[in-house]
């Protein structure tokens, strides 16, 4: 199975497929599941917590990891704002807000986000299982336990 997957990651019609797939899976999920919006109460700290999730993201970065890479990680989780890593000569950045052309973009809810930066979930199964949906470079996104290891 897994080489099946690693072959048809690989190829553009592939990404393209697998992509479309797991949007469908993640929206048939979410209708069942009956989920509603959170109260506007709770935002604020959601929001806070996001972002010190994201900190501690960064906090963990594997300079090594990244040489010779040149790539934006941009983030949109379901309950709050968007976030991009980019990362270039080594060094790691963190920013609020979209990029105007990232190298992949990874979409989830913060409870996967949280659970595969605890170590928790592993994000290639988060993928796989339509938790974590990826438009662009899926391939690059294989290389995000090396740059940022799970605490």
């Given at each position: ?22 949007s469908i ?8 599941s009956g ?79 949280k659970e ?36």
């Amino acid at each position: 199975m897994k080489l099946f997957v690693t072959k048809l990651v690989r190829s553009k019609a592939g990404r393209v497929l697998l992509t479309g797939l797991i949007s469908i899976n993640y929206r048939l999920r979410h209708r069942r599941s009956g989920l509603t919006p959170q109260a506007t109460s709770t935002r604020e700290s959601d929001m806070s917590e996001i972002q010190g999730l994201f900190e501690t993201m960064a906090g963990r970065f594997n300079s090594a990891a990244a040489a010779g890479l040149e790539a934006v990680f941009q983030y949109k989780l379901d309950e709050g704002d968007a976030y991009y890593v980019a990362i270039s000569a080594g060094d790691c950045v963190l920013e609020k807000g979209e990029h105007d052309s990232p190298s992949v973009i990874l979409m989830m809810d913060s409870q996967t986000f949280k659970e595969v930066l605890d170590g928790k979930t592993n994000g290639m199964q988060a993928f796989m299982s339509g938790r974590i949906r990826a438009e662009g470079d899926v391939m690059l996104a294989t290389r995000l336990e090396a740059l940022f290891p799970a605490g």
